[in-house]
Nanobody, 124 residues
C-alpha cells in the first residue's frame, strides 16, 4: 500500500473556494488511478471525483460537476481537488484514495490506501 497525506481543508463562506492536496510520501502518484470522496456529518462516504490514468479522463459526481476540478502538479507528486462556489451542503470530510483497478468507479470499496481526510466546513 501507499501512504497518502491530504491537506488543505478549512472553514469558508458559501461561494468561496478551497484547494485540497493529496500526496504520497516520497513517491509519485502517476502509476495510480486516484479518487476523491467525502463524508458529510452523519452520512455515508460518497463519490466526488476520479482520475483515470489509463484513459486520461476525469469523472465527477453530478452534484460537484462544474464547481470542483481535479488536477495534479507537473512532477506527479500531488493531486489536487479545487473546490469553488462552495455550498453549505459541501460540508464534509474529504478523502483521497488510490484506485485498485485499471478502471475507476464511485464505490469506495474499489479504492485502497486512503488519506487521513481533510475537514471542509462551509458556512451559509
Amino acid at each position: 500500500q501507499v501512504q497518502l497525506v491530504s491537506s488543505g481543508g478549512g472553514l469558508v463562506q458559501a461561494g468561496g473556494s478551497l484547494r485540497l492536496s493529496c500526496a504520497a510520501s516520497g513517491r509519485t502518484l502517476d502509476a495510480y488511478n486516484m479518487g476523491w470522496f467525502r463524508q458529510p456529518p452523519g452520512k455515508e462516504r460518497e463519490f466526488v471525483a476520479a482520475l483515470n490514468r489509463n484513459t486520461g479522463s476525469i469523472h465527477y459526481a453530478d452534484v460537484v460537476k462544474g464547481r470542483f476540478t481535479v488536477s495534479e502538479d507537473n512532477a506527479k507528486m500531488t493531486v489536487y481537488l479545487q473546490l469553488t462556489n462552495l455550498k453549505a451542503e459541501d460540508t464534509a470530510v474529504y478523502y483521497c484514495a488510490r484506485g485498485r483497478w485499471r478502471y475507476v468507479t464511485g464505490d469506495p470499496a474499489d479504492y485502497d490506501s486512503w488519506g487521513q481526510g481533510s475537514q471542509v466546513t462551509v458556512s451559509s
